[in-house]
Nanobody, 116 residues
Framework: QVQLVESGGGLVQPGGSLRLSCAAS????????MGWYRQAPGKERELVAT???????NVADSVKGRFTISGDNAKNTVYLQMNSLKPEDTAVYYC??????????WGKGTLVTVSS
């Protein structure tokens, strides 16, 4: 099993920045990719960005150019740098990983609120 712990959420003004972190522990060797998803009030959970072990990234069009995903394999940690934040970025942000066996693991989420 893999355990994921997110951190870094909070309240930020429009145009501001935040960096989210997701630390993985447990069966790290089984991870194929890690990613960030978000769920806004009343909406479905959506993909934000993913990164593979080799560093290949995929970023949703809605945040492309503003959000950057990166990873530190030595620390088993993935980051989401969020710049130029908008009120519509307000959501609970979840970290997710998938193992070689196809099992999905989720963190508990961290709340990001963009408001003046």
């Amino acid at each position: 099993q893999v355990q994921l712990v997110e951190s870094g959420g909070g309240l930020v003004q429009p145009g501001g920045s935040l960096r989210l972190s997701c630390a993985a522990s447990g069966s790290i060797f089984s991870i194929t990719y890690m990613g960030w998803y978000r769920q806004a009030p009343g909406k479905e959970r959506e993909l934000v960005a993913t990164i593979t072990r080799t560093g290949s990234t995929n970023v949703a069009d809605s945040v492309k150019g503003r959000f950057t995903i990166s990873g530190d394999n030595a620390k088993n940690t993935v980051y989401l740098q969020m710049n130029s934040l908008k009120p519509e970025d307000t959501a609970v942000y979840y970290c997710k990983t998938r193992s070689w066996a196809g099992m999905d693991y989720w963190g508990k989420g961290t709340l990001v609120t963009v408001s003046s």
